[in-house]
């Protein structure tokens, strides 16, 4: 299975996930408290061992009204200019059209479309341009609080990518250039979450690569009782689940302890003799 993306392409199954690298390009993330230069975040993240960075410019929260589109893009070109300069595969976090088209303009090769295709110029812009499309389920308008409820919670996230790929396909975009998103959290309970993590295998059936965007999200601070920007250690347990279940893309704020995370686990997985980062002769390794 092949991931097209402008000038980049993917082939699945690979040895460990792609990692998607977050950089919150805004004044009211909830996981990160610290606020982080875009540019200098970016850089890092690709350094620590990121494959996409995912610059965002419009939080998702639902108790902060959604910014206009200007500032949006303001927030956002600057560094995705900036590193897609330096030969990073850089993705859009939007639910914006003229955002994503504004960012593909500055260089990024996907679109992380955080609002399930309701902007009509998505997959049209997708379809233009063969920039890869993440398309997510949510039953939720944008910045809209809602918890509809789910007799089969996997089986409406099925029905729905099910009719969101044919919309995209209907737009002239390319099977290949897209990914598909389950939306833990996004219009769910915790619940209705974890079991749709649980099955996610299930998705497979859907023949397209599937993002895991577990990264400090509700569902696992309500199974630890923990803060946003303290739910590291849930986050690599349900990041070790979701690849055990065949995630594609894990999208996460920790980019250096998910690679460590992927490293140990491959060569625990592994016959052959493990690939060691470290250097013998450094005794820093040994002791404090």
């Given at each position: 299975m092949r991931?097209?993306?402008?000038?980049?392409?993917?082939?699945?199954?690979?040895?460990?996930?792609?990692?998607?690298?977050?950089?919150?390009?805004?004044?009211?993330?909830?996981?990160?408290?610290?606020?982080?230069?875009?540019?200098?975040?970016?850089?890092?993240?690709?350094?620590?061992?990121?494959?996409?960075?995912?610059?965002?410019?419009?939080?998702?929260?639902?108790?902060?009204?959604?910014?206009?589109?200007?500032?949006?893009?303001?927030?956002?070109?600057?560094?995705?200019?900036?590193?897609a300069g330096d030969g990073i595969a850089v993705s859009v976090d939007t639910f914006r059209a003229e955002v994503a088209a504004a960012a593909i303009e500055a260089g990024a090769v996907l679109i992380n479309d955080v609002g399930a295709l309701t902007d009509p110029g998505m997959a049209p812009l997708a379809a233009r341009t063969g920039a890869g499309l993440v398309v997510m389920h949510t039953r939720a308008k944008p910045k809209e609080a809602s918890f509809p409820g789910y007799e089969d919670p996997v089986a409406d996230v099925k029905a729905f990518l099910e009719e969101r790929i044919a919309a995209a396909l209907d737009a002239?975009?390319?099977?290949?250039?897209?990914?598909?998103?389950?939306?833990?959290?996004?219009?769910?309970?915790?619940?209705?979450?974890?079991?749709?993590?649980?099955?996610?295998?299930?998705?497979?059936?859907?023949?397209?690569?599937?993002?895991?965007?577990?990264?400090?999200?509700?569902?696992?601070?309500?199974?630890?009782?923990?803060?946003?920007?303290?739910?590291?250690?849930?986050?690599?347990?349900?990041?070790?689940?979701?690849?055990?279940?065949?995630?594609?893309?894990?999208?996460?704020?920790?980019v250096r302890a998910a690679d460590d995370h992927l490293a140990v686990r491959a060569a625990l997985r592994d016959d052959e003799a493990p690939v060691l980062a470290g250097d013998r002769a450094d005794e820093s390794l040994k002791w404090l």
């Open positions: 991931l097209r993306a402008r000038d980049r392409e993917w082939t699945f199954p690979r040895a460990r996930p792609l990692l998607m690298g977050i950089v919150n390009a805004t004044p009211d993330s909830v996981s990160d408290r610290v606020r982080h230069d875009p540019v200098a975040r970016g850089r890092e993240l690709a350094a620590a061992g990121a494959d996409i960075v995912d610059v965002g410019g419009e939080s998702g929260r639902t108790d902060r009204a959604a910014v206009s589109p200007g500032v949006e893009i303001a927030r956002i070109e600057p560094a995705v200019r900036a590193l002239g975009v390319v099977a290949e250039q897209l990914v598909l998103d389950p939306g833990l959290d996004y219009a769910k309970t915790p619940e209705e979450s974890i079991e749709i993590l649980r099955r996610l295998s299930e998705l497979h059936a859907l023949e397209r690569p599937l993002l895991l965007a577990v990264s400090n999200k509700y569902f696992v601070g309500m199974l630890t009782g923990r803060a946003p920007d303290e739910r590291l250690a849930g986050t690599l347990a349900a990041l070790a689940h979701g690849v055990e279940q065949g995630a594609a893309i894990a999208r996460v704020h920790d």
